[in-house]
């Protein structure tokens, strides 16, 4: 198997309307760091298979498509979610992706996966997975224990095997030289890392671009295993969770500690037993299924919600007060009503849907209009014998685990946000509570479980 990494940069001009929070005051106004499309190409002799990342808040499937066209190979268009990159048409159901951001994301991939191709060699694939403490969170329960699965895939040229030397602490630190990787490896190309978190850290407030928490965690990470090891992160299933019970800020400092505690957890993982993706003979398969999901009607009355919400707010109850508001903001997402504001930034992170909706140019709903059924496409690839399931918008992570076998004896790798954007997929029983992602989503219960169902039907079948 020839593996192969490419990454290209794309700028976000000052004056851009920034994605993923409706009450940001304005367009972008500077570059807080660098927003890319990072690619990796695997190719058996035959067939070859393309995974891309983009710091995008979505990928519409019109995106997907485009890209998919300019590539010309098997690809799997990927958001990482920030909320601090350009506003790509991010709606409940999925919508169209703006000009200029579906020539310049689809051409970004195109060279990237270019570069990929061009850098292809000879290279085996181990996959470690453990838990990340401190991290990620359910962010609708506040005591909910901080932990969720981490998943790394090592990915080792056919030379020497990959020999940790421990982990070492940062450059300034005894025993450490100044520019020397804290963790040193012989063999390693670089790694793919899915992290099952929103990668929301900066507020609603920020308006310089970013990669926010994936772009900490890449620094970190190549802090740690040196400038010549690649380093691409990916967000998981993370519809349910997110850094709001974890974060100690939301300021770049705030990105270091926690990309620090990604970084630091992924060299230990590489410290430990792994068991093989892929080897030198190993064939890539893969399968995708479309399928339509029945729409969610909105049941709740806003302007009750909005009465339930000041009645909590005059009365002085922080808990009432969220949940009320939570609700309130949650119907107004799926009906596409942008204007209110009765959030503020506190709560930034569970406005991520674009102000405008998909069934009309004013942000608003079409009055009666009932809602459509919604197209979406289930992505499965084997890569030897690491599986791999791409699921489109924000599956919750139950969702993901429901694929893994107990025992974790094959290895499965899940991918959220990829190729399309249906919105919030949450569990059937997270749909017997009145959260903001479930009054949010546009599909009916059953949706994300139906999709897990296909995966798993699809991985049998290869």
Same mark, same amino acid.
Not at 288 to 305: G, M, Y
């Given at each position: 198997m020839r593996v192969g990494y490419g990454r290209v940069e794309f700028a976000v001009p000052d004056g851009t309307p920034m994605g993923g929070y409706l009450d940001r005051s304005g367009p972008s106004t500077g570059r807080l760091d660098p927003l890319q499309v990072g690619a990796i190409t695997w190719f058996d002799g035959e067939r070859r298979?393309?995974?891309?990342?983009?710091?995008?808040?979505?990928?519409?499937?019109?995106?997907? *498509? *485009?890209?998919?066209?300019?590539?010309?190979? +098997?690809?799997?268009?990927a958001a990482s979610h920030t909320h601090a990159g350009?506003?790509?048409?991010?709606?409940? /159901?999925?919508?169209?992706? =703006?000009?200029?951001?579906?020539?310049?994301?689809? +051409?970004?991939? !195109?060279?990237? #996966? !270019?570069?990929a191709i %061009?850098?292809?060699?000879?290279?085996?694939g181990?996959?470690?997975? /453990?838990?990340?403490? &401190? $991290? /990620?969170?359910?962010?609708?329960?506040?005591?909910?224990?901080?932990?969720?699965?981490? %998943?790394?895939?090592?990915?080792?040229?056919?030379? =020497?095997?990959?020999?940790?030397?421990?982990?070492?602490?940062?450059?300034?630190?005894? /025993?450490?030289r100044a520019g020397e990787p804290a963790v040193r490896?012989?063999?390693?190309?670089? #790694?793919?890392?899915v992290l099952p978190v929103h990668p929301t850290v900066l507020p609603a407030a920020n308006r310089q671009t970013s990669a926010d928490l994936v772009g900490a965690v890449r620094r970190s990470l190549r802090e740690r295993l040196g400038g010549d090891v690649w380093v691409v992160v990916a967000t998981g299933a993370a519809g349910d969770i997110s850094t709001r019970h974890t974060r100690r800020g939301q300021d770049t400092a705030e990105l270091d500690r926690l990309g620090g505690v990604v970084a630091d957890r992924c060299a230990e993982l590489l410290t430990e037993p792994a068991t093989r993706g892929w080897s030198a003979g190993s064939r890539i398969s893969s399968a995708?299924?479309?399928?339509?999901?029945?729409?969610?009607? #909105?049941?709740? %009355?806003?302007?009750?919600?909005t009465a339930d919400y000041e009645a909590a707010l005059a009365a002085g109850d922080p808990v009432a007060?969220?949940?009320?508001?939570?609700?309130?903001?949650?119907?107004?997402?799926?009906?596409?009503?942008?204007?209110? !504001?009765?959030?503020?930034?506190?709560? %930034?992170? *569970?406005?991520? +849907?674009? &102000?405008?909706?998909?069934?009309?140019?004013? &942000?608003?709903?079409?009055?009666?209009?009932?809602?459509?059924?919604? &197209? $979406?496409?289930?992505?499965?690839?084997?890569?030897?014998?690491?599986?791999?399931?791409?699921? =489109?918008?924000? =599956?919750?992570?139950?969702v993901a685990e429901s694929l893994r076998a107990p025992d974790h004896r094959e290895p499965v790798v899940v991918l959220g946000y990829v190729n399309g954007?249906?919105?919030?997929?949450?569990?059937?029983?997270?749909?017997? *509570?009145? +959260?903001?992602? $479930?009054?949010?989503?546009p599909v009916a219960p059953g949706s994300a479980e139906l999709l897990a169902e296909t995966a798993r039907h699809l991985l049998e079948g290869s």
């Open positions: 298979f393309a995974l891309a990342t983009a710091d995008v808040v979505c990928v519409n499937e019109d995106l997907g *498509r *485009r890209a998919r066209q300019l590539t010309k190979c +098997e690809l799997w268009l350009p506003e790509t048409g991010c709606v409940p /159901g999925g919508g169209p992706t =703006p000009e200029p951001w579906l020539d310049r994301i689809a +051409e970004a991939t !195109r060279a990237a #996966v !270019r570069q %061009d850098n292809e060699q000879p290279c085996a181990m996959v470690h997975h /453990g838990e990340l403490r &401190g $991290v /990620g969170a359910d962010r609708s329960r506040p005591s909910a224990e901080a932990v969720v699965p981490l %998943d790394l895939v090592a990915v080792r040229t056919d030379g =020497p095997a990959v020999r940790p030397t421990g982990l070492a602490a940062r450059a300034g630190e005894p /025993g450490v490896t012989d063999g390693l190309a670089g #790694v793919l890392v995708e299924r479309r399928l339509t999901l029945r729409p969610a009607s #909105v049941a709740a %009355d806003p302007a009750a919600l007060t969220r949940l009320a508001r939570s609700r309130l903001e949650g119907v107004r997402a799926r009906s596409g009503l942008a204007g209110g !504001r009765a959030h503020s930034g506190q709560e %930034d992170e *569970r406005w991520t +849907e674009s &102000g405008r909706a998909r069934n009309g140019p004013d &942000g608003m709903t079409a009055p009666n209009a009932p809602p459509a059924p919604i &197209g $979406v496409t289930v992505h499965t690839t084997r890569l030897g014998g690491l599986a791999m399931v791409g699921l =489109p918008g924000e =599956p919750f992570l139950a954007y249906p919105g919030y997929l949450p569990t059937i029983d997270a749909y017997r *509570r009145t +959260e903001y992602e $479930v009054l949010a989503s």
